[in-house]
């Protein structure tokens, strides 16, 4: 992902190196050098860390972000900005009261550029992230933790569904918001994985994953459990809905057929389902226990 963008923005590096390159050659060339004597070490650190700062802020920025108008506007804010602690640094090795005047007045100007493009980066960014939150509802609740994703399935995984649970059953003690939770287990994966390899499984799992979103409610939460099994969150939801709710996922799951070399593999994405309705006063693993033991339970009498 990282070497990606750092391909992606090739022409972005090569202006940010040709604006340093440009900066520090135009200061050595128009003004002198000062004596070692007067150059104080501890403003030269200062100011040295303050640029420095800004440069890993322009890479954090070019290494995760995408094309696009933030990310111009974010990259040419912090360019101005570091440019202007650039000068400041560079001033305590050159004198600048012997230079060019407009050299010195140049110091300060780039920051007030950039600091105005970072207000409006910040404004498109905004929006842009009220996309992403729409775009992500089902995937999270109102807190991100990228720590916590499983990357084969792109969801979170099950420690971030035991906070949300936790959450959920402290609504339902105090204000007695019930709310239900549901597994969905694919059939006959470990065959499946035999037959068309790991990676195809992989692809698999994510497919599904995705698929559970797309045929989920608004304020409903898709995590993966562990190996097989995905786990769902509905709020403010009893038993009688969520397994409305979870009927209507599961049949589009099992209609979901991947290709293999050109041919569709059909029955693979047959799943097992449960739900449960919380009750006021559970512990969360007895909840989880519930739900695991019950869909086990249903799953041997099959
Ligand atoms: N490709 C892949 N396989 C995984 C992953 N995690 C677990 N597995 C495999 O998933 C399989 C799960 O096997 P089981 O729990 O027996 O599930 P199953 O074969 O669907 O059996 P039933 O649910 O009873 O139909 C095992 O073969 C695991 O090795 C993963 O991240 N990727």
Redesign the pocket.
């Known amino acids: 992902m990282q070497s990606n963008f750092l391909k992606l923005h090739t022409q972005l590096w090569g202006i940010l190196l040709l604006c340093i390159l440009l900066t520090t050659f135009a200061v050595a060339a128009l003004a002198p050098l000062k004596p070692i004597d007067q150059i104080k070490w501890l403003d030269c650190l200062g100011e040295g860390g303050i640029a420095f700062m800004t440069l890993l802020w322009l890479v954090a920025t070019l290494l995760s972000r995408p094309k696009g108008k933030v990310t111009q506007l974010l990259f040419s804010g912090l360019t101005a900005m570091h440019i202007s602690m650039l000068l400041d640094f560079l001033d305590e090795f050159y004198n600048f009261d012997h230079a060019p005047s407009w050299l010195g007045g140049l110091e300060a100007f780039p920051a007030l550029i950039g600091m105005v493009l970072m207000s409006i980066a910040m404004y498109f960014w905004y929006q842009e992230q009220q996309i992403i939150n729409f775009m992500l509802n089902k995937k999270e609740r109102f807190y991100r933790e990228h720590g916590l994703t499983d990357f084969?399935s792109g969801l979170y995984r099950a420690d971030y569904m035991k906070q949300q649970i936790d959450k959920e059953l402290l609504t339902l003690k105090h204000h007695n918001i019930q709310f239900s939770l549901a597994l969905i287990?694919?059939?006959?994966?470990?065959?499946f994985?035999t037959k068309y390899g790991?990676t195809k499984?992989?692809s698999l799992?994510a497919d599904i994953g995705q698929i559970i979103l797309l045929n989920l409610r608004d304020g409903d939460l898709a995590c993966r459990y562990a190996?097989?099994r995905f786990i769902i969150l509905m709020p403010n939801t009893n038993l009688p809905s969520a397994n409305q709710v979870i009927a209507q996922v599961s049949s589009m799951v099992s209609q979901h057929t991947p290709y293999s070399k050109g041919h569709t593999i059909t029955g693979c994405s047959n799943v097992?389902w449960l739900c449960v309705q919380a009750q006021i006063n559970e512990q969360q693993d007895s909840l989880l226990s519930r739900l695991n033991s019950q869909l086990n339970e249903q799953?041997s009498t099959l």
């Open positions: 084969i287990d694919i059939k006959n994966f470990s065959k994985n790991t499984a992989n799992l190996s097989d097992h799953k």
